[in-house]
């Protein structure tokens, strides 16, 4: 396709070098936002930021990282490959360089920024390259080893972040961000992609409705991030997102009534591209119950970054071998069954979660947050082949229209699951300190003599006994917060599994429909890829 680099027959060593850049730029795509959400709360501490400073951090790497690949596929088309590589490799090089300098919170939202343009332009080169490195039947797998790999770099982050920050200094992380920056520098420069066509891209109408829906977008991550820390109820909340919907709908009023659109707005909202877009969003929104339930319930219980080393790279091995798992078992002709599958393990592995409690460790959840991790990768090979089909089919053009409903279904969903589980969570905890604040009187002998006996605990070091008393209280209602959030978790946990329970229970009706009736949902867009592939031929 325009935009794209040619893929002719190259030598067996060129095919392994091109494989080999591939597989380390997908990695170094996915650490661009993996470095940030493992290490969000020390970037907070070392730049003095507040949260919601930090909450605006996030949103510029969520902005930039889910609107850019439209804007930067028509950009390929018009200017070709190697422009845009030069483009990629800068925009990561001086997002990763300005950060070794204490430049302070406006230097880090602008690096931030940048860091997701530079996410999304390596994650498209590091498929590139592996397309390069693949032979002619196999190179839609490239497409699911980049994808896969963007998502192992998350875990992987985690894993190896501790080591980094052991001395206590973040510079460390940023050089490590630069270090591996400066090399896929002088990968992509050694060993160049081959050249493509390019084609006239960009239309006037482009400076107009890509504006509106980055900028509605944009609002959008604000309302679902920001919302959790400062809660719902604020008013600039309400008209950032009354603003989204204004501007979304206004970018995409523009598009469907465009001769050649940007944005194919019909097929877009049509059934099967909406319940595809659903179904990702689902995925995302259930798969937070890792990313905010897992990783909050260890922190409640006191597990620090140091703790979870190895429970990290557990998650990261299990995301390897559902990536794996997901490209040999791949079937075009049954697309829906991963889901299925992906869904069950959600489901099972959440309510077995329900359990935790104070006592709760790591190894108590290696199965279960594995399980997550593999299912998290493996239901992505599949998602992105029912879009890559349904795209296709329809033509090149439709690219785009696939890249922003699989982007935002992502960014979004993720953002959102988050932003609706920390609401729930927050709500639980409320009622389970309500209920058990109830039965708490200094009159109950058990209350006054848990409070003794806290209080006893600190006799080597305070004289007082009134001030041992109060501690004594205080240390009680800390125990008591503490139970309330871990209960609130299972709360999360049982939501979770109830709600990964019931998809995969529609998604099992329709798979075993589709089956006894031997129908392939994609046959349709199957039959127009072939017809297309005949042609060309």
């Known amino acids: 396709m325009p935009g794209s680099p040619a893929t002719p027959d190259h030598p067996a060593a060129r095919k392994v070098a091109y494989l080999l850049i591939g597989l380390y730029l997908a990695v170094v795509g996915g650490l661009q ?12 501490s070392n730049l003095a930021l507040t949260p919601v400073e930090g909450g605006w951090v996030t949103v510029a790497f969520n902005l930039t990282n889910a609107c850019m690949s439209m804007l930067l596929f028509k950009a390929r088309q018009e200017f070709g490959i190697q422009r845009f590589v030069r483009v990629a490799m800068s925009a ?19 690096s931030r920024g940048i860091a ?18 693949m032979p002619a039947k196999a190179k839609i797998v490239a497409v699911l080893i980049g994808i896969g790999l963007g998502q192992i770099a998350i875990p992987l982050a985690r894993a190896i972040s501790p080591a980094l920050l052991a001395s206590g200094d973040i510079d460390h992380l940023f050089q490590l961000q630069f270090g591996l920056s400066l090399v896929a520098v002088g990968l992509v420069n050694i060993l160049h992609l081959p050249p493509g066509e390019t084609v006239r891209s ?3 109408l482009d400076l107009i409705s890509f504006p509106l829906l980055t900028s509605g977008i944009g609002l959008l991550c604000a309302f679902l991030v920001q919302g959790r820390i400062i809660w719902w109820d604020k008013p600039w909340l309400g008209a950032a997102l009354a603003g989204a919907i204004l501007l979304i709908g206004l970018a995409f009023l523009i598009e469907h009534n465009r001769a050649n659109p940007m944005l194919h707005t019909r097929w877009m909202t049509s059934g099967n591209i909406l319940a595809f877009a659903l179904t990702g969003a689902m995925v995302r929104v259930l798969l937070s119950e890792q990313n905010f339930g897992a990783t909050g319930l260890l922190s409640t219980v006191g597990m620090v970054n140091d703790q979870l080393v190895t429970y990290y790279w557990i998650l990261t091995l299990a995301a390897f071998l559902g ?14 069954r991963p889901i299925m599958v992906a869904m069950g393990i959600i489901a099972v592995a959440a309510l077995l979660d329900t359990r935790s409690g104070v006592l709760t460790r790591p190894a108590n959840l290696y199965w279960t947050q594995a399980l997550l991790a593999f299912a998290s990768v493996y239901v992505m090979a599949s998602l992105m082949m029912q879009g890559i089909l349904r795209a296709l089919s329809r033509g090149p053009d439709y690219i785009i229209s696939f890249i922003a409903v699989f982007g935002l279904s992502q960014t979004i969903g993720g953002l959102a699951g988050v932003a609706a589980l920390s609401a729930f969570h927050t709500i639980r905890v409320k009622a389970h300190l309500m209920t058990m604040g109830q039965s708490l009187s200094l009159s109950d002998p058990a209350v006054a003599q848990a409070i003794g006996q806290l209080a006893a605990g600190q006799s080597a070091t305070l004289g007082d006994a009134a001030l041992r008393q109060a501690t004594g209280a205080s240390r009680l ?5 503490q ?14 599994g109830c709600l990964a329970g019931a998809a995969f229970a529609i998604t099992f009706a329709r798979w075993a429909y589709l089956r006894r009736k031997g129908i392939n949902p994609l046959a349709d867009e199957m039959a127009a890829l072939q017809t297309m592939m005949s042609r060309n031929a």
């Open 92 to 110: 990561l090089l001086f997002a990763n360089f300005v950060q070794l300098f204490d430049a302070g919170y406006h230097v880090e939202l602008l």
């Open 116 to 133: 997701g343009i530079a996410g999304s332009c390596i994650s498209t080169l590091a498929t590139f390259y592996l397309i390069q490195g």
């Open 202 to 204: 960009f239309e006037k």
């Open 483 to 496: 139970q309330a959030a871990i209960m609130a978790f299972n709360d999360v946990f049982f939501v979770i």
């Open 477 to 481: 209602v800390q125990q008591v917060n």
């Open 33 to 44: 936002n993996g470095l940030l959400i493992a290490n969000l709360t020390f970037v907070q």
């Open 323 to 336: 990536s794996t798992v997901s490209i040999v078992r791949l079937d075009p002709t049954d697309l829906t």
